[in-house]
């Protein structure tokens, strides 16, 4: 089935402890995205990708990388996780080439649930 | 920054024309407007997208004024299933803004 696949589903991690969430899509998708969201803030861009081995910071990039070695997977790596990285984050992907403009329609994956206590 | 300013909250009842309207006063030229609907505990889904004017598919129709600082997103005769999370999003890929989005609630 096409799409976007994520893992874990949900995470409890201890404060300090690496995280990596993975993000992988099989859609040939040339930009992909990822965002945390808060309750009642909406959804924050993290770090996005136009295309394989490129990336950039978006609204709340600080304490979170990103690699971009395929065009398939994009991976969120917490280096030392914090409380307030607590949230539900969501990967996503868009094809931007098809019309020439800066995005198209995005397609989201079905969220990590994220816990650092 | 593509900043959007939509309302918090909605109610409506079945059968009804919902119009959910955003704010973008300061869109740039080459910025689309994108319209997300979002289930509690699944991602957004994207719903429609313009440019100027109108626009229209099998779920809703979005209506653009000719200064393109705000959109209207309209939903045709909403049932229960409608209820959810709505999101209007301009910008670029490095300048994307959700916002918190309008919840809108139908009743039977």
């Known amino acids: 089935i096409a799409g976007i696949t994520q893992a874990p589903t949900s995470q409890i991690l201890a404060a300090g402890r690496r995280m990596t969430l993975r993000c992988t899509q099989d859609?040939?998708?040339?930009?992909m995205y990822w965002y945390r969201q808060d309750l009642g803030l909406g959804l924050r861009l993290i770090h996005y990708?136009?295309?394989?081995?490129?990336?950039g910071k978006g609204e709340v990039p600080d304490g979170y990388s990103v690699s971009r070695a395929n065009t398939d997977d994009f991976p969120l790596t917490l280096a030392s996780a914090v409380p307030s990285q607590t949230s539900v984050y969501f990967c996503?992907?868009?094809?931007?080439?098809?019309?020439?403009?800066?995005?198209?329609?995005?397609?989201f994956g079905p969220g990590t649930r994220l816990t650092v206590l | 920054l593509a900043k959007t300013t939509q309302p918090i909250s909605m109610d409506s009842y079945e059968g009804q024309e919902v119009n959910i309207t955003c704010s973008h006063n300061?869109?740039?030229?080459?910025?689309?407007i994108t319209w997300y609907q979002q289930f509690p505990s699944q991602g957004p889904r994207f719903i429609i997208q313009?440019?100027?004017t109108k626009v229209t598919n099998e779920v809703a129709s979005l209506f653009i004024p000719a200064d393109r600082k705000s959109s209207t997103l309209s939903l045709p005769r909403v049932s229960l299933s409608d209820t959810a999370v709505y999101y209007c999003?301009?910008?670029?890929?490095?300048?994307?803004?959700f916002g918190a989005g309008t919840r809108l609630t139908v009743k039977p």
């Open positions: 859609m040939r998708h040339n930009a």
């Open positions: 313009g440019y100027k």
């Open positions: 990708s136009n295309t394989a081995g490129t990336t």
């Open positions: 300061n869109i740039a030229t080459n910025d689309y």
């Open positions: 996503a992907s868009s094809d931007s080439r098809l019309a020439g403009v800066s995005y198209n329609e995005q397609f």
């Open positions: 999003l301009v910008g670029g890929i490095n300048d994307m803004r």
